[in-house]
Nanobody, 124 residues
Framework: QVQLVESGGGLVQPGGSLRLSCAAS????????IAWFRQAPGKEREGVSY????????YYAGSVKGRFTISRDNAKNTGYLQMNTLKPEDTAVYYC?????????????????WGQGTQVTVSS
């Protein structure tokens, strides 16, 4: 069964950190780009970060640049999103996605597989 499973979400105070994981099963992430998206209540899903499958290309949304770090471990078939200096506006459900041929990294339709999402809440 092909699936992506996110973990690592939770409740954190402003200024805190979380590390999200995205574990793939049923297929190998080696040939897939990995992206993280988020969706806050009443808002559209937006791209947060992207890492390519091969050449190390990385993108970040402007709102998270300098605070979030995306990475991948192909040996573990897992992607990660390290989130530091979290702000209340980072509160959302975070989704990971895998795409075999991604032209526009922030395009939802570019990705073949999606996880079920993990809730991140930043609040004091």
């Amino acid at each position: 069964q092909v699936q992506l499973v996110e973990s690592g979400g939770g409740l954190v105070q402003p200024g805190g950190s979380l590390r999200l994981s995205c574990a793939a099963s049923g297929f190998s992430l080696v040939n897939y780009a990995i992206a993280w998206f988020r969706q806050a209540p009443g808002k559209e899903r937006e791209g947060v970060s992207y890492i390519s499958s091969s050449d190390g290309t990385i993108y970040y949304a402007g709102s998270v640049k300098g605070r979030f770090t995306i990475s991948r471990d192909n040996a573990k078939n897992t992607g990660y999103l390290q989130m530091n200096t979290l702000k209340p506006e980072d509160t959302a459900v975070y989704y990971c996605a895998a795409g075999g041929w991604v032209r526009s990294w922030y395009g939802i339709s570019e990705y073949d597989y999606w996880g079920q999402g993990t809730q991140v809440t930043v609040s004091s």
